[in-house]
Nanobody, 131 residues
Framework: QVQLAESGGGLVQAGGSLRLSCAAS???????????MGWFRQAPGKEREVVAA????????YYDESVKDRFTISRDNGKKTLYLQMNSLKPEDTDVYYC?????????????????????WGQGTQVTVSS
């Protein structure tokens, strides 16, 4: 069973950048490349919402409208790591960010955007953007 660990969160001023990483362990490379993966965020008392999602080889991706043209999702399957490059950060981007993984058919072009679609989650990393 895969374990996911996020890193890279922190405090940044509005307009700044952060890069989140999500390292996977406990699974083989051949299994990791079957995972669709995503980044979600959640504020206290609110539902978890998708930020971005990506298929197994990174050729298909999805972005929530609120982060389009500012955030970039990518993955390095050789390192079993998912990334989220966040630029032009705004105070409203302040949240706990989670990465998620879900098994899919090998070489699938799918990605998933609903939290219920994912079986594996990291513990989250706090991102705080000051104005």
């Amino acid at each position: 069973q895969v374990q996911l660990a996020e890193s890279g969160g922190g405090l940044v001023q509005a307009g700044g950048s952060l890069r989140l990483s999500c390292a996977a362990s406990g699974d083989t490379f051949s299994t990791y490349i079957t995972y669709c993966m995503g980044w979600f965020r959640q504020a206290p008392g609110k539902e978890r919402e998708v930020v971005a999602a990506i298929n197994w080889n990174g050729r298909n991706s999805y972005y929530d409208e609120s982060v389009k043209d500012r955030f970039t999702i990518s993955r390095d399957n050789g390192k079993k790591t998912l990334y989220l490059q966040m630029n032009s950060l705004k105070p409203e981007d302040t949240d706990v960010y989670y990465c998620a993984a879900e098994s899919d058919s090998p070489f699938s072009g799918n990605y998933y955007t609903r939290p219920d679609d994912y079986s594996y989650w990291g513990q989250g990393t706090q991102v705080t953007v000051s104005s």
